[in-house]
């Protein structure tokens, strides 16, 4: 086993926004660059899709069902702990459920605070489907409900990187807008983009 902390990334964003996809790619940038990944993938239900597909890429990944990481924060660090102990990830790679809001409160601060001596903690990204960030933020003359409006907005109010992903959907002038739309809801936000 290392004896070098693991770094903590995790992953948010709203149903559909592209997040498994993004965080497999990440991974295996991460590892074509020598570093050992683990994955850790969390819903509602159990036997995931997004599981699956981590074994797929060959990936090692411990799943969290049944609740959220904020409702399961114990599993989430036991599924952690387990991957440290089965692989020494240098990167450790988190995906909430996609529903999931105020998870800097409820599991990044309390992993920083209690178990920093285990994991560095990276800051909170929340991924972006362009075509539904319009439709939340008042770009389109399409609306979502308000309360996926409400859980779409609060997760972005919490990002610390807030990624657009899927820019190949939009053109340049409404790539434009999007991104000033985001920096209004949070101006403290890093703003990245990919396809």
């Not at 692989?87 to 809001?101: F, H, I, N, R």
């Not at 605070?113 to 800051?123: E, H, K, L, M, S």
């Not at 770009?139 to 899927?166: C, D, P, T």
Request: glycine share 8%; net charge negative; charged share 20%.
């Amino acid at each position: 086993m290392t004896t070098a902390k693991a770094r903590y990334v995790m992953v948010g964003g709203f149903l559909g926004a592209g997040k498994t996809t993004s965080i497999l790619r990440l991974a295996e940038w991460l590892t074509s660059r020598g570093l050992r990944v683990g994955l850790v993938t969390n819903d509602q239900g159990g036997r995931l899709v997004d599981t699956a597909l981590a074994a797929a890429h060959h990936m090692p990944v411990e799943e969290i069902v049944g609740g959220c990481f904020c409702c399961r924060f114990t599993s989430l660090v036991e599924a952690a702990e387990s991957l440290v102990r089965e692989t020494a990830p240098d990167v450790l790679v988190a995906e909430p459920v996609g529903s999931c809001t105020d998870l800097v409160a409820t599991v990044t601060l309390p992993l920083e605070q209690i178990y920093g001596d285990r994991f560095t903690v990276a800051p909170m990204s929340v991924v972006v489907d362009p075509l539904r960030a319009e439709r939340v933020l008042g770009l389109s003359a399409a609306k979502l409900s308000e309360h996926v409006g409400y859980i779409y907005r609060k997760q972005l109010e919490e990002a610390e990187i807030i990624v657009i992903n899927k820019c190949d959907l939009v053109d340049a002038s409404r790539l434009d807008h999007l991104r000033a739309a985001l920096a209004a809801v949070n101006p403290r936000a890093a703003i990245l983009e990919c396809f």
